[in-house]
């Protein structure tokens, strides 16, 4: 149903204009949706990882603003629009400006490319995970910039953290997903939805894939800065980390997007190892509207098992960080390839 | 060999590593999994100010010092200021004249006003300790918000109060 408006839509812009301007207008109508699926995902994440914090350490959580405190998100963002823009007379003003944009408009630019139900995909391009591995790694260039010009020792102490963590679990993302591209065949992420249409690649690839989706657990919540990996903002040791000289909206830009950054990869695993918009057993697949809410519903599983390493594990140190990363993880995921190529060679995956 | 066995229980100890890790982390997250199960239950917050009328804070709770009278608006303060030098910060004052004892006629050592500023007391609990007669105790109001700082400075003694009987005959 949805398909056929925005198609309908379509071909009504273009009866309607010449060609180049209706393609522009359209692109801009999608980008307004984009951004606000963005604003109202964030918001909706900052509120479940308040409640879902205070449920497990046995609080009650946000629950005065709206019904169950459902509004108050939407009033600490009003509180952050109206707030003043404060900045250190030293900072490189333009750096320190242009930083928060980068954070949010690398998170924006993934979202483009998730295949969120059949034919509902902003972006379909042919080397879709690539391209998400490299957005991904964009996003530091913003943490670093904050914690450059912000002329603060702790923002840079933050972001040259951030710098070396990013590297560093960079790898194992890839190789993780990489894994399971050996299964695929190919980058385009509709093809490797298709793919699964035979049982999703978690499935599909058992053992292996079951290691790789554990190791892009870990490696993804590194990559978002997350607790147990959120050197780079702790709070007891860095004040705020790279964004302790932000105020007001940009300092919003900056926590909506680390939020941003977890849905996406909660989306690239849900995508890669899960399936996508594929309902389980295909018990809706007459219907595929439905498929977003499939890929929303696996999406914010992962959300909350991410939340749950959050409330569960204590923060690492930048040493301890660095030994899971190259002597662990790194090690297991090139044996985990190559296991996972064996298995792929003698045909040895589960196929439904 | 004793290079070869130590690189092996190296080796050994690597793959424990991981082990021991992947099951602490699985322990941990067990435990936070219970919790949250079972946040209903157990909630160790309170929806203040909502319970404001069956609120009970628990007993060992440092409030504010407070000065307790009996139904003959007695109290056990004999003035001996032990409390005042006790306190790191200066935060409470007696001050005291010689008056005439009525049932001994002499003239004797007696508070007037006991002052007590809450705005630099620290809870230390020093005080409390100090007072030979167990004259201040712990109160457990905790709602002590006001509009200027001067009202948070208490005379404990209530006026017209009276020292109880028999509590300099003890010592
Ligand atoms: S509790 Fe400590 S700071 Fe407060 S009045 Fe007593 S001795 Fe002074
Ligand atoms: S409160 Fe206790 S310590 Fe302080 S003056 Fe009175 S009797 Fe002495």
Redesign the interface.
Known sequence: MLLSITKNIHEWLFSLMPENIASIVEMTIIAVIYLTGFAVAGLFLVLMERR?A???????GPNRVGFHGILQTIADALKLVSKELTGTIKADKFLYNLAPYFVIITALLALAVFPFTKDFQAFDINIGILFLIAISSIGVIGILLAGWSSNNKFSLIGAMRSGVQTISYELSVSLSLLTIVLMTGTLQLSEIVEVQKNGWLIVQGHVPAVIAFMIYMIAGTAETNRTPFDLVEAESELGAGFHTEYSGMKFAYFFLAEFINMFIIASIATTVFFGAWLSPFGITESIPLLGIFWFLAKTFVIVFLMM??R???PRLRIDQILTLEWK?LLP?NLVNLVVMAIVVWLGLTIQF | MAWLNNSILEDMGYFSDIYQGIKSLLTGMSITGKYFLNFRKGSITQQYPENRETLKMFERFRGEVIMPHDENNEHRCTGCQACEIACPNGTIEIIWDRQLDEESGKKKKMIDKHIYRLGMCTMCGLCIEACPTDAIKWGQNFENSVYDRKYLDRILNKPGSKLMKGVEDKE
């Open positions: 879902i205070a449920w497990f350490q046995l609080r009650r749950w390493f409330w569960s594990f662990y297991i």
